[in-house]
């Protein structure tokens, strides 16, 4: 089991006092002076923190980690620290429920993923039409019956630790006549027929997240879809996460927004020591869910923002309908506000298809910098480029193409571009710099970076960029090295900020 590491502040060691779980490793402080090696899952502040104190603790400390106790007085030192880490105060008669029921949440080993499409079959009872829409779908069509039975399932079984709670998200479309279910059984580890667990959810419980959560049997879950009445069901994709309970999504703080037609977005915002600027990271393509950069961002000791999305097999370009990307636009606004913070104190920044997102939102809050690593702006020519410049490379950028215009002709191609170009071209870069690190041979978009300096004609931009030989993915560390570089020396030479090695 995953240890959970914790440090406690205070005249009086809890874990004297209270009962801890087996996977907590507990260490108790008098004094805290010297700064940790590696933050802590959790704090607890039950004392006032010394002056001396507060610099190793504001390091020690992970934003939404840090619980205060009525013990510790709350002065200006500490209100800062508290506003830094997103503190929560905790009640001394909590404590006991926080450690028993709570503290779990708190691994430090996110995990989420998507069911792959493969992996879903449809059951032999069924009659009706189905049809498969690349990675992105399987469409139901005909009579299901008038009492909810299986219509399909996957075969992916997914492992559920002891002691770890499993979020599930379903991802769905239907006529109004269709009425669904969905079934989950706990099949023991190691066993074929061992059942020690069963839920149905219904479809009013599907509207939110499906949390199972078994504190004694470690084994695997396998899910079903039941269905009934008659017309069209689209199944869009099954995700499952390690939860944090009540306590955000992937990271402690992680927050999920979800569109009318169940499209997620996640962000993580850390406040840093809430001084300019706040850098805004949105994540590249990954099959594995989560956040990414969070590092990298972190080190720099300035407010940030991760940004992740995890439609399609690993993501679609941060591009959805109106009503996604107007919830993007107010995400991003909103942690602009919260710090008070203007465009010109904000530096957007991805690498490959985070370098879309970072660009494409980039046209509505026009940043003081977009810092980009291997740049994609013509979604419509990435996907061409899988017939014949990259063979088998990435196919999902088909199903972005089909997803977002309903076709793959070469109208269908044209018209993704324009989306971004459209934008890009209207929109005022007169006080942005684009900072850009890109492959001379890229095999996805190679004339982002050449495309992206004819398109900027605003008067007063800044665009400096770096070739590096190689296809896409050749050579990532390389890129990756010079766009950590280039950060540092915006956040030294334009904000007056050191960055820690």
């Known amino acids: ?6 440090l406690q502040l205070g005249s009086e060691d809890w874990s004297g006092i209270y009962k801890l779980p087996e996977n907590i490793v507990w260490e108790y402080a008098e004094s805290f002076t010297e700064q940790a090696e590696k933050a802590y899952d959790l704090v607890f502040l039950d004392r006032t923190p010394l002056e001396e104190e507060m610099e190793p603790l504001y390091h020690a400390a992970k934003a939404y980690t840090l619980f205060v106790t009525e013990k510790a007085e709350v002065n200006e030192r500490v209100e800062w620290l508290c506003k830094c880490r997103n503190a929560e105060h905790i009640k001394t008669e909590d404590i006991l429920d926080f450690l028993s029921t709570e503290i779990k949440y708190y691994y430090s080993k996110p995990y989420g993923e998507k069911c792959h499409m493969t992996d ?76 020690a667990g069963q ?18 049997t470690e084994g695997v879950l396998a899910v079903s879809l039941h269905a009934k009445g008659q017309g069209r069901l689209r199944i869009i994709a099954l995700h499952d996460r390690i939860s944090r309970g009540s306590h955000g999504y992937f990271l402690p703080g992680g927050e999920r927004y979800v569109a009318s037609n169940r499209e997620e977005i996640f962000c993580y915002f850390d406040p840093g020591d809430r001084k300019p600027p706040l850098n805004v990271y949105f994540s590249g393509y990954k099959t594995a869910q989560g956040f990414e950069g969070y590092k990298l961002m972190k080190k720099m000791d300035c407010p940030f923002l991760l940004v992740s999305e995890p439609r399609l097999e690993g993501g679609s370009f941060y591009m959805g309908t109106e009503e996604y990307e107007k919830m993007m636009q107010e995400m991003l606004k909103k942690y602009m506000s919260d710090l008070g913070f203007t465009s010109d104190q904000v530096i957007f920044s991805g690498l490959s298809m985070g ?8 046209c509505d809050i026009r940043p003081h910098a977009i810092i980009l690593g291997k740049p994609l702006a013509s979604i419509g020519n990435v996907a061409a480029n899988e017939k014949y ?41 007169g006080k942005t710099k684009f900072i850009v690190s890109y492959m001379i041979e890229d095999d996805y978009d190679p004339d982002a970076y050449n495309q992206l300096i004819s398109h900027v004609q605003s008067e007063g931009v800044q665009v400096y960029g770096k070739g590096i030989h190689g296809r896409h993915n050749d050579n990532t560390p390389a890129i990756v090295f010079w766009f950590s570089s280039q950060y540092e020396k915006i956040l030294r030479e334009d904000f007056g900020r050191k960055v820690r090695r």
């Not at 559920?160 to 006529?175: H, P, S, V």
Request: with cysteine; net charge negative; proline share 2%.
């Open 199 to 216: 839920w149905e959810f219904s479809e009013e419980e599907l509207k939110k997240i499906i949390r199972i959560e078994q504190e004694q």
């Open 1 to 6: 089991m995953e240890k959970i590491r914790v």
């Open 120 to 195: 879903v079959s449809i059951a032999h009872g069924f009659t009706g039409a189905v049809k498969w829409n690349g990675n992105y779908s399987v469409e139901l069509c005909g009579e299901y019956g008038e009492t909810l039975k299986q219509v399909a399932y996957w075969r992916c079984n997914i492992f559920l630790e002891e002691g770890k709670t499993i979020d599930l998200w379903l991802e769905y479309d239907k006529d109004p006549e269709v009425s669904i279910s969905l079934t989950v059984k706990l099949f023991v580890r190691g066993s074929i027929s061992e059942v």
């Open 389 to 429: 410049l990259r063979p088998g490379g990435f196919p999902t950028s088909l199903d972005v193409l089909m997803y977002l215009n309903g076709d793959t002709d070469e109208a269908a191609i044209e018209r993704l571009n324009n989306r971004f170009w459209n934008k890009f071209d209207v929109a005022d870069w």
């Open 355 to 362: 370098t879309y997102g970072a660009l494409y939102y980039g």
